[in-house]
């Protein structure tokens, strides 16, 4: 695409560039779309490669009592334990926990939580041994030369293949920006692992983007195709020079650009609230009542230890190296897990304001000294957002350009406004931004959370909401806290009182999601899911009656929160359904195709 993607550089002008390259500026083009749902906020990504494209790459399999009452562990067909090594090598995983791709010391961060995870043990750690994350990010480490033969122990380019389980040569530098786009493009995003492996058998593939789908409409038995694809394809108006990406589209120019695909198969893939809000405006399908329900947030829960005992390097990547699962209090089951998260260089100087704004605030609650008075998305607001005017639509215009190939030298007419921001960011002290955060761990919390009660619906301007607002008092939360202050008290300078709770303040709490799941669940009927155990969309309110060639295959038909990462698992289900599709045909799959 003729325009920037990622952005840069890593410092204030590169957070303001990132801003400029949401949906909430940058209404076509934006990459980082985030949703507010009453209290949850949920960020997505947009665009080819969907999620893949901002996610931090780890790809866990979550532990067996996540999944073992999903219909596909009682559906007579294969378990998903089958798919989950096929989605590892397609996806092509690393651990890497070194500050360079050939050995040396741990990178500081991964060293300070995983020494703080040996101590905290295996009576509350499921495993202390393996704390390695595995990453979507190729690597190398000093294990491929161990194994390398003359001339100079070099590998070779099938020695790399063998080794990294990934069509890429690309390797991780350890920029820490894994989310804000990976300069090297050492990570696996989707649209790069999809089309390398269809480029193997040569086989076509139309991709449009900068498209929404409006509708999915069945046709009348007799035509020649069974749907109708109704969407707005935005690409017609990319050159029109009336055209503005900042603002709302006009009737007449929704007229210009729809159109309409005729199909016999429609796979719908549009991540959990793009699939389960299209199925929403679908209203000429008859579905179950299920549609929206069992959404959950994962659990996703943030943590901060502020200040460190030593030096953490938090700007130092990849963002997310570790991950370690806990067990419930009360069963002794898995429970959650909590990982280590990274801070951008270009993020580190508002983050440290604001993180070190937050120590100062909290304590106000005795029974609940970690909650600060006010949140990390109130100061946001208050320090970033409200000195930037975003309700300026000439700001907004000069955001949006950024996206249109006019580059970052455009940011130069914001001159005044970066005066402003740096003098809130500045520090007496003098420290550079990677300074300023080198004593601040992130610590980023996934629960086994309760999600019978939380529906997505359709709001203002017809697009996905919560019903209500989300249940933020359920016990694992308070699980995850005391998980979080168990490593405090090993890493944090002043123990337990170096954790702060970021998205809780004193009246609220809110919740920010990376893995938002449901609302296409699973279930064994139209009365219990909305899908099948392979994504086949049922038809009618009860029964098993299904839509012949109607799936979904993403986040959004998964049942229950998984306590870990969803990618691994929204991969693993994709074969499984694709196999469906293939009438068990297995000559698509990632082992077929290197055969072949």
Not at 145 to 168: C, I, L, Q, S
Not at 532 to 546: A, H, I, N, Q
């Amino acid at each position: 695409m003729p325009f920037n993607t990622w952005a840069y550089p890593n410092d204030i002008k590169g957070l303001i560039a990132a801003l400029g390259n949401s949906k909430a500026i940058n209404k076509v083009q934006g990459l980082f779309d985030l949703r507010r749902l009453k209290n949850v906020n949920v960020i997505v990504g947009s665009g080819v490669g969907g999620g893949s494209l901002v996610y931090f790459n780890i790809t866990e399999q979550p532990e067996k009592i996540v999944y073992e009452n999903w219909p596909t562990e009682h559906d007579g067909g294969p378990s998903l334990d089958e798919f989950y090594p096929l989605a590892e090598k397609f996806i092509g995983v690393n651990p890497i926990t070194t500050t360079t791709g050939f050995g040396g010391p741990q990178l500081p961060k991964v060293k300070a939580f995983q020494d703080a995870a040996k101590q905290i043990g295996n009576s509350k750690i499921i495993n202390t041994n393996n704390l390695n994350a595995n990453l979507s990010i190729t690597d190398m480490s000093t294990d491929i030369f161990n194994t390398m033969g003359p001339p100079n122990n070099r590998p070779n380019d099938e020695d790399v293949h063998k080794y990294t389980r990934a069509m890429e040569t690309n390797f991780c530098e350890r920029q820490g920006r894994c989310g804000l786009g990976c300069i090297p493009g050492a990570r696996h995003t989707l649209n790069k692992q999809i089309f390398s492996h269809i480029n193997i058998l040569g086989l076509p593939i139309d991709v449009r983007p900068l498209c929404e789908v409006l509708e999915i409409e069945e046709l009348p038995p007799g035509q020649d195709f069974k749907y109708a694809v109704r969407y707005l394809d935005f690409n017609e108006l990319l050159d029109d020079e009336d055209f503005s990406p900042i603002k709302e589209l006009s009737e007449q120019d929704r007229i210009k650009i729809t159109k309409v695909i005729k199909t016999n198969r429609v796979v719908l893939s549009a991540g959990t609230l793009g699939s389960t809000e299209l199925l929403l405006k679908s209203k000429k399908l008859d579905l179950s009542n299920k549609v929206g329900s069992k959404f959950s947030t994962n659990g996703d829960f943030f943590g901060i230890i502020n200040p460190t005992k030593y030096n953490v390097d938090a700007s130092r990547g990849p963002t997310q190296t570790s991950i370690a699962l806990f067990k419930d209090v009360n069963t002794g089951q898995f429970a959650y897990s909590i990982e280590d998260v990274g801070i951008p260089k270009m993020f580190a100087e508002l983050f440290a304001t604001i993180f070190d704004i937050l120590r100062q605030q909290r304590g106000s609650i005795p029974s609940a000294p970690y909650i600060p008075k006010k949140s990390f998305i109130t100061l946001f607001n208050e320090l970033l957002l409200n000195n930037l005017n975003l309700d300026n639509p000439q700001i907004r215009t000069i955001l949006a350009k950024l996206m249109d190939g006019s580059g970052i030298s455009i940011l130069s007419s914001l001159g005044n406004i970066f005066s402003t921001l740096l003098n809130i960011f500045s520090n007496k002290a003098n420290l550079t931004p990677e300074e300023r955060v080198s004593n601040m761990l992130v610590l980023f919390g996934i629960g086994r959370d309760n999600n019978t009660s939380a529906k997505l619906v359709l709001g203002n301007g017809n697009k996905i909401e919560l019903d209500n607002d989300y249940d933020l008092h359920q016990p694992i939360f308070d699980q995850i806290i005391s998980g979080m202050k168990l490593f405090a008290q090993k890493i944090g300078k002043e123990g337990e009182n170096s954790l702060v709770i970021p998205l809780w303040d004193t009246q609220f709490r809110n919740a920010i999601s990376a893995h938002p799941l449901g609302g296409c669940p699973m279930g064994d009927d139209a009365s219990t899911g909305v899908v099948d155990s392979v994504g086949r969309v049922y038809r009618g309110k009860t029964g098993t009656t299904k839509y012949a060639q109607l799936y979904v295959a993403d986040g959004s038909i998964i049942p229950t929160s998984l306590g870990v990462n969803p990618s691994l698992t929204i991969t693993a289900l994709a074969f499984r359904i694709a196999l469906d599709i293939a009438e068990g045909n297995r000559d698509f799959l990632p082992d077929a195709l290197e055969r072949h």
